[in-house]
């Protein structure tokens, strides 16, 4: 099956700096790559959809500033946390797909990116 | 708005078979999907509805009723293995590729 990477697999960072988090499509070529955030014993949250070559779009309470998204060619996106605070504290996953006929679509999960906020 | 629910924990022995029911309530459904994570892991893709009825893969299977908005995952014989969470969630598009929103997941406890 297809396979999706994340680095770094986890991550502590001072209150204040950047974070980049990266997610990569290894052996196929990802349209479309979303991005989640879940906290301890919590569901799965959609933070963002992510189109290669266009700008991403956020779902509804995401801050754009904070959050930004880049997805520069079909094989990588990247999630960059600015100004992070403790409150940013979570497990941040990755999927990736390539949209092909509604059959063959399908949504590979990265293994996620625990980031700690100290 | 948007919603599904699901049980927050279920526990079994093993070897048994548990039901896992999720209940959605949200406009524009295309189906539902199931996933199961371990803890500190990725979510795993188990299965999706798009139409009434189940679908069975293996050990687990997965119905639907889109007229009742309710569906369910039944897992049959149990093993230690299958202790996790196990997610419903619904796609914005007929296919398993879209915005994905997720229950808020049941812990299973498989016991020897």
């Known amino acids: 099956g297809a396979v999706v990477s994340q680095h770094p697999s986890w991550v502590i960072c001072k209150s204040g700096t950047s974070v980049k988090i990266e997610c990569r499509s290894l052996d196929f070529q990802a349209t479309t790559m979303f991005w989640y955030r879940q906290f301890p014993k919590q569901s799965l949250m959609l933070m963002a959809t992510?189109?290669?070559?266009?700008?991403?779009?956020?779902e509804q309470g995401v801050e754009k500033d904070k959050f930004l998204i880049n997805h520069a060619s079909l094989t990588l996106s990247t999630l960059t946390v600015t100004s992070a605070h403790p409150e940013d504290s979570s497990f941040y996953i990755c999927s990736a797909g390539t949209s092909g006929g509604f059959n063959q679509e399908t949504q590979y999960f990265g293994p996620g990116t625990r980031l700690l906020v100290l | 708005g948007q919603s599904l629910e699901q049980p927050s924990e279920v526990t079994a022995v093993e070897g048994a078979i548990v039901q896992i029911n999720c209940t959605y309530q949200?406009?524009?459904?295309?189906?539902l999907s199931w996933y199961q994570q371990h803890d500190g892991g990725a979510p795993t893709f188990l299965s999706y509805n798009a139409l009434d009825g189940l679908e069975e893969t293996g050990r687990f299977s997965s119905f639907l009723s889109r007229s009742d908005s309710y569906g369910y995952l039944l897992l049959q014989e149990l093993q230690m293995k299958d202790s996790a969470s196990y997610f419903c969630a619904y796609s914005d598009r007929g296919s398993t590729l879209g915005r994905l929103y997720f229950g808020r997941g049941t812990q299973l406890t498989v016991w020897p």
């Open positions: 949200t406009s524009g459904f295309y189906g």
């Open positions: 992510s189109n290669e070559g266009s700008k991403a779009t956020y």
